[in-house]
């Protein structure tokens, strides 16, 4: 019963910063700062963690001529098709 009674709480703060304008705003913003810091953090780790890790096991399917090469190609070709500005030129795939 304490679970409903803590939703239903939280819904009557929603609904009182809703009536108050300024404050609904404000959490819009919040949300919105939110959503930026976790872009970059993506971003970041994509950059610094990702991207390299698979560059090493990319090297290493091709010493061993892997089958799974193709695959691991057509991931990462995917994966900087979607966030290509974000990887830099350092971390080149050839």
């Known amino acids: 019963m304490q679970v409903a009674a803590a939703r239903g709480a939280a ?3 929603e609904e009182d910063e809703a009536a108050s304008g ?10 919105a ?11 970041k780790y994509l ?3 990702m991207v390299p890790v698979l560059l090493e096991l ?3 399917l091709e010493q061993r001529r892997h089958p799974l090469l193709g695959q691991l190609l ?3 070709r995917a994966l900087l ?4 500005s974000e990887v830099p030129s350092s ?4």
């Open 11 to 13: 819904a009557g703060a």
């Open 47 to 49: 950059a610094e963690g």
């Open 58 to 60: 990319k090297r290493s």
């Open 74 to 76: 057509a991931a990462f």
């Open 22 to 31: 300024g404050a609904g705003m404000r959490a819009a913003a919040e949300g």
């Open 91 to 94: 971390h080149s795939v050839s």
């Open 33 to 43: 700062a939110k959503g930026r810091l976790v872009s970059a953090m993506m971003k």
């Open 81 to 84: 098709r979607d966030h290509k």
